[in-house]
C-alpha cells in the first residue's frame, strides 16, 4: 500500500500527481485541458507557487493596478490621460485629444499597434499575456490570491467544494463571491471612467439614481461582466474570447521565445528515488524531468507545457518557477522550463533577427514615422466651412452679392481661442453671425458667416475665394469656398 505524504512537500507532489492523473494527457491535441470528453468544463485548482519570476510579476502587477486605478485622475494638459468616449466620439490618449477629423491618425495609430503587436509576438510570443494583460494580472495576482487566503491552496479548494453545504463552507463562499462581488464592482468603474471620464461617474454615483439610468445601467453590467469572468469563465476568457490567443498559431515559429520544455535536457522523464544523487541519475540515462507534476499543477489554465506549446499558455512563468524549485530540491540546474525558442532548445541557436522580423520591424518604422509626422504637424484648430443647406445668393441694396456659410471650429488646445476670418484677395467683406468666434478649450463651434462680394470681384455663376484663418493674427488655414452669383 502506498504510504500517506507525511512532509508538506510529500504532500504537494501527491496533490500535484492525483491533479494530473485525473486527466489523460496521451490525446491533448484532441480537446481542451480545462474540459472532460463530453464537453463539460474541469474546473482547474492551480496549487499556489512562488519563485524568481512570480516574485517579480506581483511586483510589476503592482505598478500595473496602480497605473490603472490612478488613470482615470492623472491628466495632461488638463486631459486625461486616458479617455475613449464612443459615444461622444472624444478620444484621449496621453493628453492628447483626437477628433473625429483625426481619424487617419487614430487609423495609423490603430496600424502601428496591431503591426507591434505582430513584432514582438513573433520575436517573444505572448510576454504580454504573462506580465501585462488586465485579464492574468486581476486573476492572477488579485482574486487568485483573494480565493487562497479565503479557501486555502488547490487541495483545501477541491476539498472545500466537495464538503456538503454546511455553515463553514457557506461562509467561505459568501465572503469570497462578497469580496469578488465588489471587487468587480470596482474594476467595472474604473473601466467606466475610461470611457465617460471620473467627473461624469461621480454624477452617477452621487445624483439621485433616476437621473443616470443608462448610466447606472452600465456599471451593474460591467460590475457583473468582470463578477462573471473572474469568479467563473477564468482561463476560458483566454481559450474561448481572446482574438490574440487564437492568433498565436499564425505569429510563432521555431525562433519566437515562449515558456518551453526543454525536451532534449528533460526526457527521458522518470521519478527520481528519494535517496538518488541527482549526479548518479544522469547516468542511468534518465533526463533531468522527475515527473512529479508540479509543473502541471500549478498551471493556471490546466495544461501540462511538456506537451510543447500549446495555445491556452499564457506564458504566466508559474510552471518555471514551480520547475525551478524542484531543479533545486534535486541539486539539478534550474532552467528545465524557461524562456527558450524551439530553435533555441534544439540548436542552441540565440534569438535571430529573421527576414519575417525584419519586414514586420520595417513597415512598423513607416508606419511610427507616419505617426509621428502626422501627430506632429496637426495643427491646433481646425475649420471646415459649408455652404448653409438651401440657401441661395442675395442681393444686398449696394448692388453687392452674399452668400451664407456654416463655419465648424475645432479647439484642440487646452486653452480658449479667438479665431479670426479674413476674406482672401476678394473684394468684398464678411461678417460671423453673433458675434466674434471664441471656441473653447478642446470644443467644437458651429457658427454662420455672412460673406458679400462687390460685382466686380465676381464671375458669371461660380466663383471661388478663400478664406483665411487666423488666430493670434497668425494664418493657420485657407478655406476654399465656391460664391454663388447670377449667371450673366
Ligand atoms: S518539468 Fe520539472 S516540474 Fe515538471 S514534472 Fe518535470 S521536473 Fe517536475
Ligand atoms: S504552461 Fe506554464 S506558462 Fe503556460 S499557462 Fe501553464 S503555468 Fe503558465
Given at each position: 500500500?502506498?504510504?500517506?505524504?507525511?512532509?508538506?512537500?510529500?504532500?504537494?507532489?501527491?496533490?500535484?500527481?492525483?491533479?494530473?492523473?485525473?486527466?489523460?494527457?496521451?490525446?491533448?491535441?484532441?480537446?481542451?485541458?480545462?474540459?472532460?470528453?463530453?464537453?463539460?468544463?474541469?474546473?482547474?485548482?492551480?496549487?499556489?507557487?512562488?519563485?524568481?519570476?512570480?516574485?517579480?510579476?506581483?511586483?510589476?502587477?503592482?505598478?500595473?493596478?496602480?497605473?490603472?486605478?490612478?488613470?482615470?485622475?492623472?491628466?495632461?494638459?488638463?486631459?486625461?490621460?486616458?479617455l475613449m468616449n464612443i459615444v461622444?466620439?472624444?478620444?484621449?490618449?496621453?493628453?492628447?485629444?483626437?477628433?473625429?477629423?483625426?481619424?487617419?491618425?487614430?487609423?495609423?495609430?490603430?496600424?502601428?499597434?496591431?503591426?507591434?503587436?505582430?513584432?514582438?509576438?513573433?520575436?517573444?510570443?505572448?510576454?504580454?499575456?504573462?506580465?501585462?494583460?488586465?485579464?492574468?494580472?486581476?486573476?492572477?495576482?488579485?482574486?487568485?490570491?483573494?480565493?487562497?487566503?479565503?479557501?486555502?491552496?488547490?487541495?483545501?479548494?477541491?476539498?472545500?467544494?466537495?464538503?456538503?453545504?454546511?455553515?463553514?463552507?457557506?461562509?467561505?463562499?459568501?465572503?469570497?463571491?462578497?469580496?469578488?462581488?465588489?471587487?468587480?464592482?470596482?474594476?467595472?468603474?474604473?473601466l467606466l471612467s475610461y470611457i465617460i471620464g471620473?467627473?461624469a461617474?461621480?454624477?452617477?454615483?452621487?445624483?439621485?439614481?433616476?437621473?443616470?439610468?443608462?448610466?447606472?445601467?452600465f456599471?451593474?453590467?460591467?460590475?457583473?461582466?468582470?463578477?462573471?469572468?473572474?469568479?467563473?469563465?477564468?482561463?476560458?476568457?483566454?481559450?474561448?474570447?481572446?482574438?490574440?490567443?487564437?492568433?498565436?498559431?499564425?505569429?510563432?515559429?521555431?525562433?519566437?521565445?515562449?515558456?518551453?520544455?526543454?525536451?532534449?535536457?528533460?526526457?527521458?522523464?522518470?521519478?527520481?528515488?528519494?535517496?538518488?544523487?541527482?549526479?548518479?541519475?544522469?547516468?542511468?540515462?534518465?533526463?533531468?524531468?522527475?515527473?512529479?507534476?508540479?509543473?502541471?499543477?500549478?498551471?493556471?489554465?490546466?495544461?501540462?507545457?511538456?506537451?510543447?506549446?500549446?495555445?491556452?499558455?499564457?506564458?504566466?512563468?508559474?510552471?518555471?518557477?514551480?520547475?525551478?524549485?524542484?531543479?533545486?530540491?534535486?541539486?539539478?540546474?534550474?532552467?528545465?522550463?524557461?524562456?527558450?525558442?524551439?530553435?533555441?532548445?534544439?540548436?542552441?541557436?540565440?534569438?535571430?533577427?529573421?527576414?519575417?522580423?525584419?519586414?514586420?520591424?520595417?513597415?512598423?518604422?513607416?508606419?511610427?514615422?507616419?505617426?509621428?509626422?502626422?501627430?506632429?504637424?496637426?495643427?491646433?484648430?481646425?475649420?471646415?466651412?459649408?455652404?448653409?443647406?438651401?440657401?441661395?445668393?442675395?442681393?444686398?441694396?449696394?448692388?453687392?452679392?452674399?452668400?451664407?456659410?456654416?463655419?465648424?471650429?475645432?479647439?484642440?488646445?487646452?486653452?480658449?481661442?479667438?479665431?479670426?476670418?479674413?476674406?482672401?484677395?476678394?473684394?468684398?467683406?464678411?461678417?460671423?453671425?453673433?458675434?466674434?468666434?471664441?471656441?473653447?478649450?478642446?470644443?467644437?463651434?458651429?457658427?454662420?458667416?455672412?460673406?458679400?462680394?462687390?460685382?466686380?470681384?465676381?464671375?458669371?455663376?461660380?466663383?471661388?475665394?478663400?478664406?483665411?484663418?487666423?488666430?493670434?493674427?497668425?494664418?493657420?488655414?485657407?478655406?476654399?469656398?465656391?460664391?454663388?452669383?447670377?449667371?450673366?
Amino acid at each position: 500500500m502506498k504510504p500517506a505524504p507525511t512532509t508538506p512537500d510529500d504532500k504537494k507532489t501527491a496533490d500535484a500527481r492525483s491533479a494530473a492523473k485525473s486527466v489523460d494527457w496521451s490525446d491533448f491535441r484532441d480537446h481542451l485541458s480545462t474540459a472532460t470528453r463530453d464537453g463539460r468544463r474541469q474546473w482547474v485548482y492551480p496549487r499556489k507557487v512562488d519563485g524568481k519570476f512570480f516574485r517579480l510579476r506581483t511586483w510589476f502587477s503592482w505598478l500595473l493596478l496602480m497605473i490603472m486605478f490612478s488613470g482615470p485622475f492623472i491628466t495632461i494638459n488638463g486631459n486625461p490621460l486616458l479617455l475613449m468616449n464612443i459615444v461622444e466620439r472624444k478620444f484621449v490618449v496621453l493628453g492628447q485629444i483626437f477628433w473625429p477629423q483625426d481619424m487617419i491618425i487614430f487609423a495609423i495609430a490603430m496600424l502601428v499597434f496591431v503591426v507591434s503587436v505582430l513584432v514582438f509576438t513573433t520575436a517573444f510570443g505572448r510576454l504580454w499575456c504573462g506580465w501585462a494583460c488586465p485579464q492574468t494580472v486581476m486573476m492572477e495576482m488579485v482574486f487568485r490570491k483573494i480565493e487562497y487566503l479565503i479557501e486555502g491552496d488547490a487541495h483545501q479548494q477541491r476539498a472545500l467544494n466537495q464538503a456538503p453545504w454546511q455553515a463553514p463552507k457557506i461562509a467561505k463562499k459568501l465572503l469570497k463571491h462578497g469580496v469578488f462581488y465588489g471587487l468587480s464592482f470596482l474594476v467595472g468603474n474604473v473601466l467606466l471612467s475610461y470611457i465617460i471620464g471620473w467627473q461624469a461617474l461621480y454624477q452617477i454615483v452621487t445624483d439621485p439614481p433616476a437621473r443616470h439610468l443608462t448610466g447606472l445601467g452600465f456599471m451593474i453590467a460591467f460590475s457583473l461582466l468582470f463578477y462573471g469572468i473572474f469568479a467563473r469563465f477564468r482561463e476560458q476568457a483566454c481559450t474561448f474570447i481572446c482574438p490574440y490567443g487564437r492568433m498565436q498559431s499564425l505569429l510563432l515559429d521555431e525562433n519566437s521565445i515562449v515558456v518551453a520544455y526543454d525536451h532534449t535536457r528533460g526526457e527521458t522523464r522518470a521519478p527520481i528515488k528519494r535517496e538518488q544523487k541527482f549526479s548518479a541519475r544522469r547516468q542511468t540515462g534518465h533526463g533531468d524531468c522527475i515527473a512529479c507534476n508540479q509543473c502541471v499543477s500549478v498551471c493556471p489554465t490546466g495544461i501540462d507545457i511538456r506537451n510543447g506549446t500549446q495555445m491556452e499558455c499564457v506564458h504566466c512563468t508559474a510552471c518555471m518557477d514551480a520547475c525551478d524549485n524542484v531543479m533545486a530540491k534535486i541539486g539539478a540546474p534550474r532552467g528545465l522550463i524557461r524562456y527558450a525558442s524551439l530553435n533555441g532548445i534544439e540548436r542552441r541557436e540565440p534569438l535571430r533577427f529573421t527576414p519575417r522580423l525584419m519586414g514586420y520591424t520595417f513597415v512598423l518604422t513607416v508606419l511610427v514615422s507616419l505617426f509621428a509626422v502626422l501627430v506632429f504637424s496637426r495643427a491646433d484648430v481646425e475649420a471646415t466651412l459649408l455652404r448653409a443647406p438651401g440657401s441661395l445668393f442675395q442681393q444686398m441694396p449696394d448692388g453687392r452679392y452674399s452668400n451664407l456659410y456654416t463655419i465648424r471650429v475645432v479647439n484642440k488646445t487646452s486653452r480658449e481661442l479667438a479665431v479670426e476670418l479674413k476674406l482672401e484677395n476678394s473684394a468684398g467683406s464678411l461678417q460671423v453671425m453673433g458675434g466674434k468666434l471664441v471656441v473653447e478649450p478642446q470644443k467644437l463651434l458651429e457658427n454662420s458667416v455672412l460673406i458679400e462680394l462687390d460685382p466686380s470681384a465676381m464671375k458669371s455663376g461660380t466663383t471661388q475665394i478663400g478664406l483665411g484663418v487666423y488666430v493670434g493674427g497668425k494664418r493657420i488655414q485657407t478655406l476654399k469656398t465656391a460664391f454663388i452669383g447670377p449667371r450673366n
